[in-house]
């Protein structure tokens, strides 16, 4: 039974390595970052709120090794910047889960060109240009039979056409998708993967108006799975996606969704 479960563990475990959490103060980012932290990686989380984000490294900090900082991915520079705070505390990161996001919502003959280039910058361009800063510690940690791991996080919205009006949301998790494809094939050649969570219904500050205006049962109806996303169900998809066992995975998007997008 002893050497049963360390075989589990060398497949699936992901102690000791070092994670970085985009967003990871609140939502998903926090749900992602707890599973790292109690699965004994030494994680980081950023966001923009620096009190946000350090009462939540905070309360990590209970399960493990978790460390705060505060960043706007929006632009090119908190980029560069991030990666240079986080190259003077570790020579290399293991795994980076991009997560950080923005949503705006508004008719389309209202629709606001600064709403567009808000979601666009965070959605888009952050993840490309933290990667690019990030490169020479994913390089470092990287090697055929362990790759480095980009774990993107899209939206089932990215295929699946939601009624309300988020032009901008939608667009952005689709060039996510392609963008982490695109990715895939170029970081083959030095060992690192890259792949997506596209989320479905997950119990967040978004969706939270919904619930309340519907009501739980008729939010999930058309989920065959009939319930929200658990923390533990996205938090699961990471760990996976960072692990031995997906070490030959690349350019995957891994709906956790209970089904919603790809059965209707």
């Known amino acids: 039974m002893a050497e049963g479960n360390a075989e589990i563990q060398e497949l699936f475990g992901v102690a000791g390595k070092v994670v970085l959490v985009t967003g990871g103060s609140r939502g998903i980012g926090y749900a992602i970052a707890e599973g790292f932290v109690k699965a004994g990686a030494r994680v980081y989380i950023c966001s923009r709120k620096k009190d946000d984000c350090e009462a939540a490294a905070e309360r990590l900090s209970s399960y493990g090794e978790c460390r705060a900082i505060a960043a706007d991915l929006s632009t090119v520079e908190a980029c560069q910047g991030l990666a240079r705070e986080l190259a003077g505390h570790e020579s290399k990161i293991d795994v980076l889960v991009n997560n950080a996001g923005s949503i705006w919502a508004e008719t389309l003959a209202d629709y606001p060109e600064s709403g567009w280039d808000k979601v666009f910058d965070l959605n888009v361009k952050g993840p490309f240009f933290l990667i690019q800063a990030l490169m020479p510690l994913l390089e470092a940690a990287a090697s055929p039979q362990d790759p480095g791991r980009i774990i993107n996080v899209g939206s089932i919205d990215a295929y699946h056409v939601p009624r309300h009006e988020t032009y901008a ?25 890259v792949n997506v969570i596209a989320p479905g219904l997950f119990l967040s500050k978004m969706l939270q108006g919904t619930l309340e205006a519907k009501g739980e049962e008729a939010v999930v109806e058309p989920v065959p799975l009939k319930r929200l996303a658990q923390p533990s169900d996205l938090a699961g998809a990471a760990i996976y996606l960072a692990s031995h066992a997906s070490a030959f995975v690349t350019g995957v998007v891994l709906s956790v969704d209970g089904g919603y997008a790809t059965t209707l």
């Open 169 to 193: 949301y939608t667009s952005s998790k689709a060039a996510v998708h392609q963008l982490s494809r695109h990715l895939a094939l170029q970081l083959a050649p030095v060992h690192i993967t």
